[in-house]
């Protein structure tokens, strides 16, 4: 029996803003950002949209009924939480009306979260091979404005199926990790933006990636060259490529795996960093975007949170794998996006759900997502299926 993901979803919101505009905004060469840091478009997340609207707007796509009724895990990775005590995935499960008898809850390990979910429910399907697991990865990054985070902000959502004879990858079964306290970016309770040194974090993140791929290449015996291609958990795209760099230099297959890497950074380019759901949004862009990767190749995942958790794990994609589909879907959600100039987005940017207590009502109608945030009464969260509205109207 094979074990992986059979169906893979993403969202992100339906505004951005262009790299050469933040850095005219903020007086910098605009190289800076598309060479130096290799972002082109960030997504910039409203105040009708968190993680939970995300979470389930990017799962609905993937969903059917069928899987609703199946699903007996839901394991929400995010380091953006909703609430101090309740899970995010507990809201998911309800809105997208997945069955009850099923364990709900929350991971949080900065940018790693979604990949231990990962690793639970494969175990999880090993031992119940009818199961099906929902794993999402939702985030919204924040570092600030006119800080040097802030052209590695952006947000969204991947949402992974996680089942027996999966249609995408199916996953080895075999990862190393590695963990240590490190303070390289962190988030106290009473700040929405991170505390991070940028450059501290990039070279802790290729340490624990030469960590975790050496023990991985004990453990397995394999070599660069039993891979086809590797992804990365990308803030920003150029990290992902010190990282690979990093070991390619004597590998026969370097350009191969550099040019595959161009594939994989597609999608994060054009939407910033999703903490968690980066790494997957990379296995989405290289999956969509790569003309010459073929059934059974093998494809290496780095993922990494600071704090400091790294893992190295690998999978095949599958047989019947539809490359079309799932590029038709992302580019159409990539290209439906509103361009914000810098002003637009630095009032989006703070208008959010404020930290205080208080009654708030957002305006949906300005959001056409399918699942919005409606605003917070009596202390509890509101949130709207618009589609169930209508059907109620
Ligand atoms: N043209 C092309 N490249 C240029 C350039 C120009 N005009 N000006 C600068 N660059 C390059 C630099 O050489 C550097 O490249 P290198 O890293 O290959 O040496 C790169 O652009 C970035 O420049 P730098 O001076 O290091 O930028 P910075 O001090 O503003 O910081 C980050 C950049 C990425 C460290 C910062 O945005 C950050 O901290 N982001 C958050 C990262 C994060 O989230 N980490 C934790 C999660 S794992």
Redesign the pocket.
């Known amino acids: 029996m094979t074990v992986g993901i059979d169906k893979i979803g993403f969202f992100t919101s339906p505004y951005y803003i262009d790299m050469t505009d933040l850095a005219n905004a903020r007086n910098?060469?605009?190289?800076?950002y598309?060479?130096?840091?290799g972002q082109r478009r960030q997504s910039v997340i409203p105040q009708t949209q968190d993680t939970v609207t995300m979470a389930a707007n990017a799962a609905a796509e993937i969903l059917t009924a069928a899987d609703r009724a199946q699903i007996d895990m839901v394991i929400f990775g995010t380091e953006t939480g909703v609430d101090n005590s309740k899970a995010a995935a507990i809201y998911l499960q309800d809105l997208l009306g997945i069955s009850k008898r099923a364990r709900a809850f929350e991971i949080k390990q900065?940018?790693y979260g979604a990949t231990a979910g990962v690793q639970m429910a494969i175990d999880h399907v090993f031992l119940h091979p009818n199961s099906k697991v929902l794993v999402v990865a939702s985030d919204i990054?924040r570092?600030g404005l006119e800080?040097?985070?802030?052209?590695?902000q952006g947000g969204g959502a991947v949402a992974m199926l996680i089942t027996q004879d999966p249609h995408i990858l199916a996953l080895d079964g075999q990862s190393a990790f590695h963990s240590d306290n490190i303070m390289?970016?962190w988030r106290p309770l009473y700040r929405q933006e991170?505390v991070?040194?940028?450059?501290y974090?990039?070279d802790i993140?290729i340490d624990f990636f030469n960590k975790t791929w050496n023990q991985y290449c004990y453990q397995t015996k394999r070599t660069l060259a039993d891979f086809a291609a590797m992804v990365f958990?990308l803030?920003?795209t150029?990290?992902g490529l010190?990282a690979l760099k990093s070991v390619v230099a004597d590998a026969d297959n370097a350009n191969q795996l550099l040019h595959e890497f161009d594939f994989s950074t597609q999608y994060n380019a054009e939407v910033g960093?999703l903490?968690t759901g980066s790494l997957y949004l990379s296995l989405i862009s290289l999956l969509a975007n790569s003309d010459s990767l073929h059934p059974q190749d093998r494809i290496g995942l780095f993922s990494?949170?600071?704090g400091a958790q790294g893992e190295f794990y690998s999978g095949t994609i599958a047989e019947s794998f539809d490359r079309a589909k799932l590029k038709r879907q992302v580019d159409r959600l990539l290209e439906n996006r509103v361009k914000l100039s810098i002003p637009e987005y630095e009032k989006m940017y703070q208008s959010g759900l404020p930290l205080s207590a208080g009654e708030v009502t957002f305006d949906i109608d300005s959001d056409q997502s399918r699942f919005v945030l409606r605003g917070r009464h009596s202390d509890q969260l509101e949130y709207v299926d618009t589609k169930k509205s209508e059907q109620n109207a």
């Open positions: 910098v060469d605009p190289n800076k598309l060479i130096g840091i900065a940018c990054a570092y800080t040097a985070g802030e052209v590695t390289d970016f991170a991070v040194d940028g450059h974090s990039t993140y958990h803030p920003f150029k990290m010190k960093n903490y990494y949170g600071s």
